[in-house]
């Protein structure tokens, strides 16, 4: 899903500010307690390149989301609540169910082997 989010936020940016961003998971962190969403965009790093206050960059990259992914949003100064729908999460589920590489990522040929040993009281 943070994927995803990065993704529509990499075109988002392109399309509204002309701005070339690597898609980035990072960027975003799960919403804090206290505000509602699911997850929380940190609009901060764009102000300067799109030339606008927080506040108003975080409104129109949430007017961007409702409008291709269905969500709501709400803005708190320099951050950006997303709230998706149950039908969001359910086809998510549905989609990646059966992939058995689902949550896996393949090492890259270059890495190195690395060996974690687990120790414990429990000689068995």
């Keep these: ?4 989010i990065a993704e529509t936020l990499q075109q988002a940016l392109h399309d509204l500010y002309q701005i070339e961003w690597q898609a980035d998971p990072s960027i975003m962190q799960k919403t804090k307690k206290e505000f509602e969403g699911d997850f929380t965009l940190v ?3 764009f102000v300067k390149a799109a030339r606008k206050a927080p506040d108003v960059v975080a ?4 007017n961007y989301f409702a409008e291709r992914t269905g969500c709501e949003f709400n803005v708190v ?3 950006l609540n997303l709230s998706f729908p149950d039908k969001v999460w359910t086809d998510f589920l549905r989609l990646n169910r059966c992939r058995q590489d689902y949550g896996y990522t393949q090492p890259a040929a270059d890495e190195p082997v690395t060996l974690i040993e687990y120790s414990s009281p429990n000689t068995n």
């Design 43 to 45: 609009v901060f790093p």
């Design 1 to 4: 899903m943070k994927n995803r």
């Design 77 to 79: 100064k320099g951050f």
């Design 59 to 62: 409104t129109e990259l949430g």
